[in-house]
């Protein structure tokens, strides 16, 4: 979803960010005894890496975005959650 759906500026901080939090994950996971939480995530990057260089397609979308997204949230959720205590969608977007 990120690949297909952020702009390539945005695209080249996050995706690498993303894979580096997948990654602890899986090594958190092999280091507590489960190996196919591991052995999962690490399928799923090599079929992400695959699908970057063989199969990606252009968006059937239109390409200039204008305005503001609608369902788009800029923050960082596991900031809001965990360090600011928001517990629900409303709480962390700021709607009454």
């Not at 702009?7 to 899986?26: E, G, H, V, Y």
């Not at 059937?60 to 205590?85: E, Q």
Request: one cysteine or more.
């Amino acid at each position: 979803m990120l690949a297909k759906n952020c702009k390539l500026k945005t695209a080249l901080w996050k995706i690498p960010f993303r894979i580096s939090l997948d990654a602890m994950s899986a090594w958190r996971g092999l280091i507590s005894g489960d190996s196919g939480y591991f052995f999962a995530i690490c399928k799923a990057h090599i079929h992400f890496v695959g699908w970057i260089l063989r199969h990606r397609k252009q968006s059937v979308f239109p390409v200039s975005k204008t305005g503001k997204l609608n369902g788009w949230y800029n923050g960082s959720v596991v900031w809001a959650y965990f360090i600011r205590k928001k517990k629900t969608f409303s709480e962390i977007v700021g709607i009454k």
